[in-house]
């Protein structure tokens, strides 16, 4: 199936170069000058090469469409992270990096969608969005303007992200997984 180039997400495999790759974080740029592109950073999925790449919104590549399937996140054992198939009850262990940074997201119970190319995994689809509470927070600093002012902030699975001035520690905030950004204060 072929997408534009500013369709890749993280997580997605697509056909580039004669290989198979899935896109590790993807970063949507707009120049002052010229269009926008993605700059995709990119991981074969045989040998593990990296590569960054740019993909502007009129290219089109291939996505290569995987079985899908639905799991639960169950545990973290050393290095591995074990997940619980949802029909079969059965149990896949994965290694951390295969998942990447955006393992510290996976929570107790969390659904998950792993994508397999004959039967071997090749990705893996968090929530878009899960909700954290944050640990520490840097205190507001007086005259500061609150429009466009942000300040770190650190949530319980030790990610830092920027968050508004009137969020403190304690407090239950909604992220992105994509983009690891601060989305909203959670209900």
């Given at each position: 199936?072929?997408?534009?180039?500013?369709?890749?997400?993280?997580?997605?495999?697509?056909?580039?170069?004669?290989?198979?790759?899935?896109?590790?974080?993807?970063?949507?740029?707009?120049?002052?000058?010229?269009?926008?592109?993605?700059?995709?950073?990119?991981?074969?999925?045989?040998?593990?090469?990296?590569?960054?790449?740019?993909?502007?919104?009129?290219?089109?590549?291939?996505?290569?469409?995987?079985?899908?399937?639905?799991?639960?996140?169950l545990?973290?054992?050393?290095?591995?992270?074990?997940?619980?198939?949802?029909?079969?009850?059965?149990?896949?262990?994965?290694?951390?990096?295969?998942v990447?940074?955006?393992?510290?997201?996976?929570?107790?119970?969390?659904?998950?969608?792993?994508?397999?190319?004959?039967?071997?995994?090749?990705?893996?689809?968090?929530?878009?969005?899960?909700?954290?509470?944050?640990?520490?927070?840097?205190?507001?600093?007086?005259g500061?303007?609150?429009?466009?002012?942000?300040?770190?902030?650190?949530?319980?699975?030790?990610?830092?992200?920027?968050?508004?001035p009137?969020?403190?520690?304690?407090?239950?905030?909604v992220?992105?997984?994509n983009?690891?950004?601060?989305?909203?204060?959670?209900?």
């Amino acid at each position: 199936m072929k997408i534009n180039g500013n369709e890749i997400r993280p997580g997605n495999v697509i056909q580039h170069d004669g290989g198979l790759w899935v896109a590790v974080k993807t970063q949507h740029v707009k120049p002052g000058k010229g269009g926008a592109y993605a700059q995709v950073e990119l991981k074969n999925l045989v040998d593990n090469r990296k590569l960054n790449e740019r993909f502007r919104s009129s290219e089109t590549v291939e996505k290569v469409r995987l079985e899908q399937k639905d799991y639960q996140f169950l545990y973290p054992n050393g290095e591995m992270l074990v997940f619980m198939d949802q029909e079969t009850y059965e149990q896949i262990e994965l290694p951390v990096e295969f998942v990447g940074e955006r393992a510290a997201f996976l929570q107790d119970g969390m659904k998950v969608t792993v994508e397999s190319h004959e039967g071997k995994p090749l990705g893996i689809s968090l929530p878009d969005q899960v909700t954290l509470t944050v640990a520490e927070a840097d205190a507001v600093v007086k005259g500061q303007t609150a429009s466009s002012s942000y300040k770190p902030a650190v949530l319980e699975n030790g990610i830092r992200i920027m968050v508004p001035p009137f969020i403190t520690a304690g407090e239950r905030v909604v992220v992105d997984t994509n983009e690891v950004a601060y989305v909203r204060r959670a209900d």
